[in-house]
């Protein structure tokens, strides 16, 4: 049973196509890295994840149930996190774990797991980006979910805390999570992600490990070892209709 099992979607914003039959499955214990340009509608495809919008076509399941049945079995961090500034950590790990049912052995152990000791009895408007952070992926997986969607988790964040942030997500998909990503941290994400999925505007640009998207994109074979960033670089030129070298 895939976590994810998304066919042919589409999503109008008013008379703008957003999403152009879209296609994606995820399995448990599989990271996948979501990337694309600014606009490319990356962000509307969590959303239809997580049920928060419906797409105009096209089905979306999530462990073959309805997108936002089951919202315990995902679990959700947005680029952008809001907290209450006057809170601890502690306090808001305890506040999330009673409103998704959660015993305090596990708000103990995330405060462990994820390096929260040290301030846990500290308020948020006295906390780093890189802090807060460590709290939203913490609030995120709370109830162990079966899948993790993230949104930009490492904007804003120094380099130790960006490598930090995709160990603990290396460690939930080797648990069995299924983890989508979605990501400009092309170099740090391909460390990490089993494939990718590149969406320019609206529409699958490419799919696969590294050396299946160089494939299904017509790219040459002598491009072979190229990064995720060249290819990156080299499909949203090809898309864009620029000569590639």
Do not use: W
Not at 74 to 94: I, Q
Not at 137 to 154: C, H, N, R, V, Y
Not at 182 to 200: G, K, N, W
């Amino acid at each position: 049973m895939n976590a994810v099992e998304c066919r042919d979607l589409f999503f109008n914003r008013g008379k703008r196509s957003v999403l152009k039959g879209i296609s994606l499955q995820i399995a448990p214990g599989e990271l996948v890295a979501l990337i694309g340009p600014n606009g490319a509608g990356k962000s509307t495809l969590i959303k239809l994840l997580l049920g928060l919008l419906k797409p105009a076509s096209g089905s979306v399941r999530i462990f073959e149930k309805e997108a936002g049945s089951d919202p315990l079995n995902v679990g959700y961090l947005p680029e952008n996190v809001s907290f209450y500034s006057g809170m601890t950590f502690e306090e808001h790990l305890s506040y999330f774990a009673s409103l998704k049912g959660v015993g305090r052995d596990r708000v103990e152990e995330l405060i462990s797991v994820l390096g929260l000791e040290c301030v846990r009895k500290q308020t948020l408007n006295r906390s780093s980006k890189g802090q807060k952070q460590r709290l939203g992926l913490a609030q995120a997986i709370l109830s162990k979910p079966g899948l993790l969607l993230l949104d930009e988790p490492t904007v804003g964040l120094d380099p130790q805390a960006s490598a930090f942030m995709y160990q603990e997500l290396h460690r939930l998909k080797e648990a069995g999570c299924a983890v989508l990503v979605c990501t400009h941290e092309l170099l740090l994400a391909q460390a990490y992600m089993d494939r990718a999925l590149m969406i320019c505007g609206g529409k699958k640009a490419a799919e696969g490990t590294c050396r299946e998207m160089i494939r299904q994109s017509g790219l040459s074979e002598e491009t072979a070892e190229m990064s995720l960033l060249d290819i990156y670089c080299r499909v949203l030129d090809k898309e864009n209709g620029k000569e590639v070298l």
